[in-house]
């Protein structure tokens, strides 16, 4: 593909791009006002991965609400900073966050670094977020590739090749670069607009695309079959039962390890097994008298990865419990307070009626 001279062809969709944008309503906190707070791009950044932009709204406000700056999620429990994140899954995100604002306060006074090669070395931020900082925040001619932007140019210049796989991404990132426009900062905001109200993975809005006309997939009836994306594998599938244990109207806790998934969160005492008879088995064995096996409460939980089929069960304890920093007993108004790992969450706030 001659690039240049698919650039030359299309030289006005820029424009086009950029006077849509300016014309959108769309109320987003983190972008209130300009310049952009370095800050802020960096927080709305972080949650957007893996979470659209309607449902991070309200984890935004309330995050600034707690950590309105660096030095105060710098200097927050570890606790409060995942209680605050719980809901948005996906949890090393947050603790990235606070890593990095922890380095960020120690060798730059509090002010996120200005350079690519700075910000990247920085617990979770990657090429994209580093990018989108320096663009957006700091004004610098900088590209800011994700899912969104390898979609739109992998449709806008038919790009056949696997957007997932480093070719398909080197191509793209150079069409990006040459395309750039200054202020790359509104640029990529109004890219990053298009991705998501538009430019869509699915169903593509077409007909309310400002650069239909511009666009090679749309001319060629490709925008459906357009990006190639290597498939995820299937998550696999688990049965997980979890045991309701009540003392005082108060519920037994158990807090993760502090790596691996769902680290240092909260949860009800469970068993996780390939087979669902198993789980059950082994969670009275180890907790309980096996009286009553009829799960009073069912949900099936996604992560990215996993699928937790699970199961919970009113648990006669049959031996005295031995607690420590990681076995505690909450009350519901306690165990709200706490970072509950996700699914819990959902039968923490169901079993709140039984403690009634």
Known sequence: MNISKSIKSKENWVELLLAWSSCLDRELPWRERYPRNPYYVWVSEIMLQQTRTEAVKPYFNT???????????????????????????????????????????????????????????????????????????????????????????????????????????????????????????????????????????????????????????????????????????APKEYYVACALIMKDNKFLMHKRADKGMLASMWEFPMIIDESADKAVHDLFILWGEESNVDSIWTYSHTFSHQIWHMSAYLIKQKNQIVLDKNLKWFSSEEYMHIPLAGPHARLAAWAKKILK
């Open 63 to 233: 995050w600034i609400h707690k950590f309105p700056t660096v030095h105060d999620l710098a200097y927050a429990e570890e606790s409060e900073v995942l209680h605050t994140w719980q809901g948005l899954g996906y949890y090393n995100r947050a603790r990235n966050l606070q890593r990095a604002a922890q380095e960020v306060e120690s060798k730059y006074g509090g002010n996120l670094p200005e350079t690519r090669s700075e910000l990247e070395s920085l617990p979770g931020i990657g090429s994209y977020t580093a990018g989108a900082i320096l663009s957006i925040a700091y004004g610098q001619r900088e590209v800011a590739v994700d899912g969104n932007i390898l979609r739109i140019y992998s449709r806008l210049y038919n790009i056949e090749e696997d957007i997932m796989k480093s070719k398909g991404k080197r191509k793209i990132t150079q069409l990006v670069e040459e395309t750039l426009p200054i202020p790359a900062g509104i640029f990529n905001e109004a890219l990053m607009d298009l991705g998501q109200e538009i430019c869509i993975p699915k169903y593509p809005k077409c007909g309310e695309c400002p650069i239909s006309m511009a666009c090679d997939a749309y001319a060629l009836g490709k925008e459906k079959t357009l990006p190639i994306k290597t498939k995820k594998k």
